[in-house]
């Protein structure tokens, strides 16, 4: 239905929507045209993809531990506590 | 938490006392934490504001930019005039040789903490908290007090920056 007549999107917008686009937060004429582009530019077809691997590294960082120094002053901390 | 609080403050040390600051005032005040979000949420939640009120003691006020910043460099981009394809790729991105589970080695896995490192702290935030921690963008919006849009501005922000920091190094190590 809303498949003709929709403005097309280029690509320098396209790299702004993304992260929206993911998320589902895009309006249905938007996301319609979001696909559509999609379906022809392979270009964007990259970037949507680097985008993606960029998201799931982040997601995959180890957590930073903390110096064993920081640990030391920690753990006699929780110490003090716990004989309170 | 020591990721989260780097965000705010400028060294490493100060950012293991925001932690432990943190740790003590979560055993402190256990008894005060109602259940109206989940511990973690509430756990970084303490570490943050922590980190802030330590970063405006060391006068960094964090301004909060809101004027448009393209997510990529608009040299990039064919003009508005063009004939056939305008705003369309004039440069387009090079396809990564690098298969995706060497992305997160040695090499790599610095770009990419240099480049958070290297983002305005606001930005830095909410990248650790949604993409990092994996927390719910609400939870995210909550902890930092910000508006739905205004995270998601940051957040997209934020990982086009890391994206084109692996762009950047990918150019200069797969071209040989």
Not at chain 1, 7 to 31: F, K
Not at chain 2, 20 to 35: G, I, P
Request: charged share 30%; with cysteine.
């Amino acid at each position: 239905m809303i498949e003709k007549d929709l403005p097309e999107m280029p690509c320098r917008e396209l790299v702004e929507v993304i992260s929206d686009y993911l998320e589902d937060r895009l309006s249905p004429v938007d996301r319609a045209r979001f696909e559509a582009h999609l379906a022809e530019c392979e270009a964007c077809r990259t970037y949507l993809e680097q985008f993606r691997q960029t998201i799931r590294a982040l997601g995959r960082l180890p957590e930073e531990s903390l110096s064993s120094e920081a640990r030391n002053a920690l753990l006699d901390a929780f110490r003090g506590w716990s004989h309170r | 938490m020591l990721r989260l609080a780097l965000s705010r403050v400028e060294s490493r040390a100060v950012a293991e006392e925001v932690v432990q600051d943190a740790w003590l005032t979560v055993l402190r005040s256990l008894d005060r934490y109602e259940r109206r979000s989940t511990f973690r949420t509430w756990v970084l939640g303490i570490v943050v504001n922590l980190a802030r009120s330590r970063a405006r003691a060391e006068r960094r006020a964090v301004p909060l930019s809101s004027e448009f910043v393209p997510s990529v460099d608009p040299a990039r981009f064919l003009p508005a005039d063009h004939p056939r394809w305008p705003h369309h790729w004039a440069v387009e991105p090079a396809a990564w040789r690098t298969p995706e589970d060497e992305l997160l080695a040695g090499e790599t896995r610095k770009v990419i903490l240099e480049a958070i490192d290297a983002l305005p702290p606001a930005q830095r935030e909410v990248i650790v908290l949604r993409d990092v921690e994996g927390m719910p963008s609400t939870d995210v919006c909550n902890i930092l007090a910000l508006t739905d849009t205004h995270q998601r501005v940051l957040l997209h922000r934020a990982r086009s920056r890391v994206r084109h920091a692996l762009e950047r190094y990918f150019a200069a190590t797969e071209a040989t």
